[in-house]
């Protein structure tokens, strides 16, 4: 790195951590509420204070650079640590927040553990919406990542891995049938 830490914006560094999650300008522009060129140029300019490519056209996306990966890990550790670092310090209230939780849930989810709790966190959090999607099982894992889900109602064999998750609950399923006679052997 040719630049020291306090000569760094470290928005910079904002963008380069959604650039190595997307493999994308565009969406990382998104993402980042800025243009499409805005993120070029800073692309740009991560590249000459790092002395690399970073990311490289490939035929699905960008391709990250071996220093781009090496950078990935303790990028991402470190934004978190600054973001843990600059949030309020107030501790969370349900009954003052107003926050749309974003659910990824099948329909039995939706109706056996969702439906159930709403009274509950309609009286603990009146303030609260929460807004239920269809579960895309594949995608869990970069939906949470991209702060596009906040939770996610998923079989425990199936919960994609580096996800903390709790085990809600067993379920075992029962068939019952009665003995189907046909109507010519009971004639006989």
Excluded at 74 to 83: C, D, T
Excluded at 108 to 130: F, H, Q, V
Aim: aromatic share 4%; glycine share 2%; net charge positive.
């Amino acid at each position: 790195m040719n630049n020291s830490l306090r000569q760094l914006d470290l928005n910079l560094l904002v963008t380069l951590d959604t650039l190595l999650a997307e493999h994308n300008v565009t969406r990382a522009a998104e993402r980042l509420y800025l243009s499409q060129p805005s993120v070029s140029v800073q692309l740009a300019r991560l590249r000459e204070i790092f002395s690399d490519p970073l990311l490289l056209p490939g035929p699905r996306g960008m391709q990250p650079t071996a220093r781009a990966d090496e950078l990935r890990e303790p990028l991402r550790l470190a934004l978190e640590a600054l973001e843990q670092a600059v949030a309020p310090s107030k501790p969370f209230d349900p009954a003052l927040a107003r926050h749309t939780w974003r659910i990824a849930a099948s329909d039995y989810s939706e109706s056996t553990i969702l439906l159930p709790a709403i009274a509950d966190l309609r009286s603990a959090a009146p303030l609260t919406r929460l807004a239920v999607l269809q579960i895309v099982p594949s995608l869990i894992a970069r939906q949470a990542e991209h702060g596009n889900i906040d939770l996610a109602f998923h079989i425990s064999a199936e919960a994609p891995p580096g996800l903390r998750r709790k085990l809600m609950f067993n379920e075992h399923y029962v068939l019952a049938v009665r003995r189907w006679r046909s109507s010519a052997s009971s004639t006989m």
